[in-house]
């Protein structure tokens, strides 16, 4: 066999045939995804223009209803500060229903079917549901964080608790130790730092779905940015897309510096 | 020796913590609870609207059944198109997502003011909902998939960029001095020294967020940015529950073979 005597970069499948038939897949599906899709394309070609008036209208950003700006945050924020609580405390039972290594298979059957159906659907579909039997409010974005966070904080412990050290386990149960002090001696200590990581996690991620049930009438300041919207009141949308920003990313600085910590 | 000095040493009873710390740890968690009460009080909450709760959820529920399966049809269209706005929207984050990640990692940035700007665009970038940025989108390009897409990629962006820029700043600097040594310039030094070592966790991370995309891609439809969304708004604003029962379990259906998809990708990658 011949070496070649150029050097060419081996790409990630190496097989020609596969190659060109990914590629040609890739453009097919292009074709056949952008001609099914109904777009609007007089609309659509209209959004260069569109996009600069907006933008220019957005600028300066107004602050003068700043009371109505701060109230929203500060909802937002509380929804996302009580869900994350009252989520870490409900996650607990559930997170341990759902250890295989704990629970008999149909408890862990039951909390697992629970978990991956409440994961699936999206935050703001949840709203709605909840919008529709607490009505609109806070109360009703309140019930959407906690059941996220629920179901994200007990994933985790669940995972936490499978991968732990079994033989401490072993060692407290050989002392005659009842399951309670089980999960206090042996359990608790090796999970914790991660369940307290993962609930600051999700506090800062329960602060940007905070922003957001509002669109659907669950509360926070989502509410008032999409008011601002149908108003074309793009000064004032962009004021909040600001301090959305700022709320959130000192959230992030906020939960990094504590997970340092944790470590 | 006193009695008591014996006793610090060796206490009877084993604690964990000593009594400082143990305080501490007390005034913690009284903090923790009481600004959570705190929040929870201050919100504007009328409590007496979760009292019949249950029986409003039951009711839902008993609406929700039996499915209307005659709908299905109607649906395959709006599904596939919700299928089309996540991947289209993660390819244009694929193609953006690159160039910004050189420019967010410190060790291939040009310069620290480009390393800033791309920086403030990664965190812009993620801190926007999709639904949000849906919203901005649908009044540039109107309601429609068009503006899925871009919603989709202006959050995906923030994500894959962060995600990627880090596995640059963790790449092997022998590779990459190798290359500079023969010579090359800056573009073959990303080309040929960084990017093939970043190239799994590039892949990897797309595959990931188009799951991801899938899920968010739901909802896009309250907002009008296209996709299942519109029916599901629509079905639940006229209380047909029987047609929602339907939409919900399409959409579980395709969440959950695209969580499988994704995870089979990953593991072939890495």
Not at chain 1, 210 to 235: C, E, H, N, Q
Request: charged share 15%; glycine share 8%; aromatic share 12%.
């Amino acid at each position: 066999m011949s070496y070649p005597t150029t050097w060419k970069r081996p790409g990630l499948i190496d097989n020609p045939v596969y190659r060109t038939g990914m590629w040609i897949a890739a453009g097919l599906y292009l074709v056949w995804s952008l001609g099914t899709l109904e777009m609007d394309w007089g609309r659509v070609s209209q959004g260069l223009p569109r996009a600069a008036d907006m933008v220019s209208r957005m600028f300066p950003p107004d602050f003068s209803r700043w009371n109505l700006l701060v109230n929203g945050v500060i909802e937002s924020v509380e929804m996302a500060v009580a869900a994350t609580f009252i989520g870490m405390v409900l996650a607990i039972p559930l997170g341990l229903c759902a250890a295989r290594n704990l629970m008999p298979t149909p408890v862990y059957a039951v909390a697992r079917a629970i978990i991956v159906l409440s994961r699936t659907f999206h935050e703001v579909i949840i709203a709605i549901f909840f919008v529709k039997i607490v009505g609109f409010g806070p109360l009703a974005g309140l019930l959407t964080l906690i059941v996220a966070s629920i179901s994200f904080i007990s994933k985790m412990i669940a995972e936490d608790i499978e991968n732990m050290n079994m033989e401490q386990v072993e060692a407290v149960r050989a002392t005659g130790a009842s399951f309670p002090k089980l999960l206090i001696y042996a359990i608790q200590p090796q999970v914790l730092p991660r369940y307290l990581g993962v609930s600051i996690y999700r506090l800062d991620a329960n602060i940007r779905h905070s922003t957001v049930v509002g669109i659907v009438g669950a509360g926070g300041i989502g509410m008032t940015l999409s008011a601002t919207f149908k108003r074309y009141d793009y000064d004032f949308s962009l004021a909040i897309l600001i301090t959305i920003i700022a709320l959130v990313f000192i959230g992030e600085i906020f939960s990094n510096w504590v997970r340092g910590r944790l470590r | 020796m006193t009695a008591s000095a014996k006793g610090e040493k060796y206490p009877d009873i084993w604690r964990k913590f000593s009594p400082r710390e143990t305080l501490i740890r007390y005034a913690w968690q009284l903090a923790i609870v009481f600004v959570a009460v705190w929040s929870l009080r201050h919100l504007d909450i009328t409590w007496a609207y979760l009292l019949d709760a249950h029986i409003q959820a039951a009711d839902l529920l008993t609406r929700m059944y039996p499915p209307e399966w005659g709908y299905f049809e109607d649906i395959v269209q709006p599904l596939l198109e919700t299928i089309h706005i996540a991947t289209l929207g993660t390819i244009v984050t694929f193609i953006i997502a690159l160039p910004l990640a050189f420019l967010a990692a410190r060790n291939t940035t040009p310069n620290s003011i480009t390393w800033i700007i791309g920086r403030f665009i990664l965190v812009a970038s993620r801190s926007i909902n999709t639904v949000v940025w849906a919203l901005v989108f649908v009044a540039i390009f109107g309601p429609g998939p068009m503006a899925g897409i871009w919603a989709i990629a202006a959050r995906s962006l923030g994500f894959m960029g962060k995600l990627i820029g880090e596995a640059i700043e963790e790449v092997d600097t022998g590779t990459v001095e190798a290359i500079e040594s023969t010579g090359a310039g800056r573009l073959k030094v990303l080309l040929v020294g960084v990017l093939p070592q970043v190239m799994p966790v590039i892949y990897g991370t797309t595959v990931y967020r188009w799951d991801i995309n899938i899920r968010e891609s739901t909802v896009l439809g309250f907002v009008g940015a296209g996709g299942i969304g519109i029916q599901l708004y629509s079905s639940i604003n006229q209380f047909q529950w029987d047609s929602v029962a339907v939409i919900l379990l399409a959409i579980f259906g395709v969440v959950v073979i695209s969580e499988f998809v994704s995870a089979v990708v990953r593991q072939k990658i890495t």
